[in-house]
């Protein structure tokens, strides 16, 4: 029998000085702690077992730790979920890889944890580490999340797909479901509980009987989000196209 495990990571504060260091100031941020707990309750209700990190407990080195404690406990057909709500950036690429063609792609998307950022090819790196056959499901409320999960060590295009020789590396799914474009922010919502993707999310998955498939969720809350602000899907690894058809957070 399948399984499922997930992790829910909600930073609404942050450690001012690590990111001081840094020459960054991160504002505070309303609602991420509560999104990410209403996203452990939907994990809850489909069967995972579920960890929570918020705030100060979201630290660089906790959340690869709970990554890495799934990756060495799920196999193929199992499903790992991985939430994320808190501010996200853009840094220059550190590969310097002369090879991409658009300015755009010459970026960096980060989660900014607790402490510390953690870069999109650190995140991919992570991912490869999962078993042939397990299922990765990532949603991320932050900004510049469009694809944030990805390794920009390579060329990538906007609505594109990464390589084939790339994806060769990595034997598990991954899907990510994002609040934004890489170009884009997110909002934290005004005058309700949740960030406004994850508000979205919520209000959808109330007529969950009508959601087939990821790719009809995602369509869904799309259609309520501002063009400024405008959700992505994006997939990579074996049966990618599979897994956007298949039954949201079924495991």
Request: net charge negative.
């Given at each position: 029998?399948?399984?499922?495990?997930?992790?829910?990571?909600?930073?609404?504060?942050?450690?001012?000085?690590?990111?001081?260091?840094?020459?960054?100031?991160?504002?505070?941020?309303?609602?991420?702690?509560?999104?990410?707990?209403?996203?452990?309750?939907?994990?809850?209700?489909?069967?995972?077992?579920?960890?929570?990190?918020?705030?100060?407990?979201?630290?660089?080195?906790?959340?690869?730790?709970?990554?890495?404690?799934?990756?060495?406990?799920?196999?193929?057909?199992?499903?790992?979920?991985?939430?994320?709500?808190?501010?996200?950036?853009?840094?220059?690429?550190?590969?310097?890889?002369?090879?991409?063609?658009?300015?755009?792609?010459?970026?960096?998307?980060?989660?900014?944890?607790?402490?510390?950022?953690?870069?999109?090819?650190?995140?991919?790196?992570?991912?490869?580490?999962?078993?042939?056959g397990?299922?990765?499901?990532?949603?991320?409320?932050?900004?510049?999340?469009?694809?944030?999960?990805k390794?920009?060590?390579?060329?990538?295009?906007?609505?594109?797909?990464?390589?084939?020789?790339?994806?060769?590396?990595?034997?598990?799914?991954?899907?990510?479901?994002?609040?934004?474009?890489?170009?884009?922010?997110?909002?934290?919502?005004?005058?309700?509980d949740?960030?406004?993707?994850?508000?979205?999310?919520?209000?959808?998955?109330?007529?969950?009987?009508?959601?087939?498939?990821?790719?009809?969720?995602?369509?869904?809350?799309?259609?309520?989000?501002?063009?400024?602000?405008?959700?992505?899907?994006?997939?990579?690894?074996?049966?990618?196209?599979?897994?956007?058809?298949?039954?949201?957070?079924?495991?």
């Open positions: 029998m399948s399984k499922g495990i997930s992790l829910h990571i909600g930073i609404n504060q942050y450690d001012r000085a690590a990111y001081r260091s840094r020459g960054m100031m991160l504002r505070l941020l309303p609602n991420c702690d509560a999104d990410s707990l209403a996203k452990q309750q939907i994990a809850k209700r489909f069967g995972f077992m579920s960890a929570i990190l918020i705030n100060e407990d979201a630290t660089y080195d906790h959340v690869i730790a709970g990554i890495k404690t799934a990756s060495s406990y799920l196999e193929n057909g199992d499903l790992f979920f991985l939430s994320f709500s808190g501010h996200g950036s853009r840094v220059e690429d550190r590969s310097g890889d002369e090879r991409l063609e658009n300015k755009d792609d010459g970026y960096d998307e980060t989660w900014c944890l607790y402490d510390k950022m953690l870069i999109d090819d650190d995140l991919f790196d992570l991912l490869k580490s999962f078993r042939p397990v299922r990765i499901l990532v949603i991320a409320d932050s900004c510049h999340s469009g694809t944030s999960i390794d920009t060590s390579v060329p990538f295009r906007p609505g594109g797909s990464f390589p084939k020789y790339k994806t060769e590396e990595i034997s598990a799914t991954c899907l990510l479901m994002a609040a934004c474009q890489d170009s884009q922010k997110a909002y934290p919502g005004l005058n309700i949740f960030s406004l993707y994850t508000y979205w999310l919520l209000e959808v998955l109330k007529q969950y009987d009508f959601c087939d498939s990821y790719r009809e969720l995602h369509r869904k809350v799309s259609a309520h989000m501002p063009v400024s602000s405008k959700p992505n899907l994006f997939s990579f690894g074996p049966k990618a196209e599979q897994f956007e058809k298949s039954k949201p957070f079924k495991i």
